[in-house]
């Protein structure tokens, strides 16, 4: 039996990518970010979610991907506290186009050999013979993404 994933599909400098959607929260538009003084450069700030403060990070700073400047889309996905230790956080996206159902086999793993360091789970491979929009996706590994922050190698 093939087991089905559900991601959230996000795209961020043009690149499509992924997250489990277990580990999403909800998704927001774009508010006004309170930027902390001394905080990392993948820090954007912080921001007040219905009482609650919520860390915002970028994930084109952390994960090294060209920002293209200033995007009229752009929303944060807020993450499920427990992948982020107890804490509130929301990472920073261009844009969020879809939850996916994605069937195991449409996942390929990365070459360990190329990308030890990656933070990626797998490419998902979107679109068929039979219809118009082919496509990669970029499947993240956020819990590795957030480890990697406490942690770093």
């Not at 992924?18 to 912080?46: C, N, S, Y």
């Not at 807020?78 to 107890?86: I, K, Q, S, W």
């Not at 496509?135 to 922050?149: E, F």
Request: one cysteine or more; aromatic letters at 2%; a negative charge.
């Amino acid at each position: 039996m093939v087991k089905i994933i559900d991601v959230v599909e996000f795209e961020i400098g043009g690149t499509r990518y992924a997250v489990d959607i277990l580990l999403a929260r909800e998704i927001v538009e774009m508010i006004p970010i309170t930027p902390v003084p001394l905080a990392p450069p993948h820090i954007a700030g912080i921001i007040n979610l219905r009482g609650e403060i919520t860390n915002i990070i970028t994930l084109t700073t952390l994960l090294q991907i060209p920002d293209r400047g200033e995007v009229t889309n752009r929303k944060i996905i807020v993450l499920v506290p427990e992948v982020a230790g107890g804490s509130n956080l929301g990472i920073i996206v261009d844009d969020v186009h879809s939850v996916m159902q994605v069937s195991e086999d449409d996942v390929e793993t990365m070459d360990a050999t190329l990308c030890h360091e990656a933070f990626v789970k797998g490419i998902i491979k979107i679109g068929g013979d039979d219809t118009e929009e082919k496509g990669l996706v970029i499947w993240i590994d956020m819990t590795k993404v957030l480890r990697s922050l406490v942690a770093p190698a």
